[in-house]
């Protein structure tokens, strides 16, 4: 039975819901974060090297990252679900947007994050570390996300999911970033198509059985 590591308030929630979809069987192991320090346990390295999650296990298996997941839940017990044909278009979609995830639009995201916690430095070293933030912030983070909100929303005004008309895996991976740029970026009505993508997943029932079994799934601010 697939093991999923499931660390809170993480991109695990992820793949509860892809399992959910796909209707696998699975346990969880639960991980909390260090309430201080927000960082992944140390017992999460005596199941992979990182020591981060999202990790499964399964059977000799052991496997981190969630794309590379995601690409091995998919091949072993999709049956070709969640996935467009090979050779269309649409799988062409597929295949950037399950790279663009990670490789394009979560970097600044996670930038921001680091710099807005920054801002919270000690008093006495609080006014430098605000300005400096400030500077990347405005320089180079704001405008890469805004950019690629814009590109997303864009990309939703031709097909109703983000590989075409068909919900696939890829809208699955395209969440995580998406709800970090609600909580992180100011994601809002103005950009309406995006809205209407979360809208559509978090009335999905595999979405709100993932919520049930994994648990509260709050993005770090």
């Known amino acids: 039975m697939v093991i999923v590591h499931h660390l809170n308030n993480s991109r695990s929630h992820r793949l509860l819901w892809l399992l959910e979809e ?17 960082l992944a346990p ?75 916690r920054m801002a919270r430095a000690p008093l006495l070293v609080r006014p430098i570390a605000k300005a400096i ?19 997303m929303e ?10 075409g008309n068909e919900f696939t895996a890829a ?5 995580f970033p998406i709800e970090a740029a609600t909580a992180r970026a100011g994601l809002d009505a103005t950009r309406p198509k995006l809205m209407e993508f979360l809208a559509r997943i978090h009335a999905r029932e595999a979405y709100r059985a993932a919520l049930e079994r994994g648990g509260e799934f709050r993005l770090l601010r």
């Open 133 to 151: 933030a400030g500077k990347v912030k405005k320089g180079f983070v704001e405008p890469n996300i805004n950019r690629q909100l814009d590109y």
């Open 154 to 163: 864009s990309e939703l005004n031709h097909s109703t999911w983000f590989a």
């Open 22 to 38: 796909l209707g696998v069987l699975y346990d969880i192991k639960r991980y909390q974060r260090d309430p201080k320090t927000m």
């Open 171 to 175: 809208d699955i991976q395209m969440s």
């Open 42 to 116: 140390p017992e999460l390295l005596q199941v992979h090297p990182l020591g981060k999650s999202p990790v499964i296990t399964d059977g000799d298996v052991t496997l981190a990252e969630s794309g590379a997941i995601m690409e091995y839940v998919l091949e072993k017990f999709g049956r070709g679900r969640l996935v467009p044909k090979p050779g269309s278009p649409e799988k062409l979609r597929f295949t950037f947007w399950m790279h663009f995830a990670e490789g394009s639009a979560m970097p600044p995201l996670v930038m921001k994050l680091v710099l807005d």
